[in-house]
């Protein structure tokens, strides 16, 4: 039987002035075959990207992952569970009240998480249960998802949710009208702006009110 003229030291190599390595560069930096390089990174222990296709590669003992399980170089990511679909599983596995969408997007930084989310339903993997206009990932044992559900409505319960602040240019118009008009309603502001092509409606004003704890006039609220 042949032996490989290739040893562990060669795919060492490529790593030995970068952390993270294409594909592409690793073959092309150790002259070996995508077979060979495979066997020989089993060897040392490697991980793969779960962002770009899987692409890049770095050692096993390289990244420092943090309290997610979630390791990042520049904007290559890795996981200590490897794909972007069991890092996803995982991730809601840990979560003490599930996660949505846009959540998972956020920590993960993958741009739309929801058609491996679905695929991850449709194998039962995951469920789901609409709560608030969203849905929320639970895992797929029951007595566990149910605990997540129920934490996740205590916290909306205990902590509402804020609504988010309008745009920096839209606040400025609003306190510009606001003192141009301090006995209008937020009705009537709402109104006012859209005339100057300013489109608030009356919960961002609202929120803008509570959010830097403008005084209310009287009669403010009856809308």
């Not at 702006?193 to 009669?219: C, N």
Request: positive net charge; contains cysteine; charged residues 25%.
């Amino acid at each position: 039987m042949r032996t490989s003229q290739f040893k562990v030291t060669d795919i060492l190599k490529p790593f030995a002035n970068k952390k993270v390595i294409s594909k592409a560069e690793l073959l092309q930096d150790c002259g070996c075959s995508p077979m060979t390089a495979w066997r020989l990174l089993r060897q040392v222990g490697y991980r793969r990207s779960y962002n770009y296709n899987a692409k890049y590669f770095t050692l096993a003992t390289t990244p420092e992952f943090d309290d997610d399980g979630l390791w990042a170089y520049q904007d290559i990511r890795f996981s200590k569970w490897g794909t972007l679909p069991e890092t996803m599983i995982a991730v809601i596995e840990r979560s003490p009240g599930g996660m949505t969408a846009q959540e998972l997007a956020e920590l993960l930084r993958v741009r739309n998480v929801k058609p491996l989310l679905t695929r991850l339903i449709l194998n039962r993997r995951l469920w789901r249960k609409a709560l608030e206009n969203a849905f929320v990932y639970l895992v797929s044992e029951q007595n566990r998802s149910n605990q997540q559900l129920q934490h996740r409505k205590t916290v909306i319960t205990a902590v509402p949710r804020l609504r988010p602040l309008p745009e920096p240019q839209q606040i400025i118009a609003l306190l510009v009208e606001m003192i141009q008009n301090p006995g209008g309603t937020p009705q009537q502001w709402a109104r006012r702006m859209t005339r100057h092509k300013v489109s608030l409606g009356t919960q961002d004003i609202r929120a803008v009110m509570e959010h830097y704890q403008l005084t209310a006039k009287k009669g403010l609220w009856n809308t």
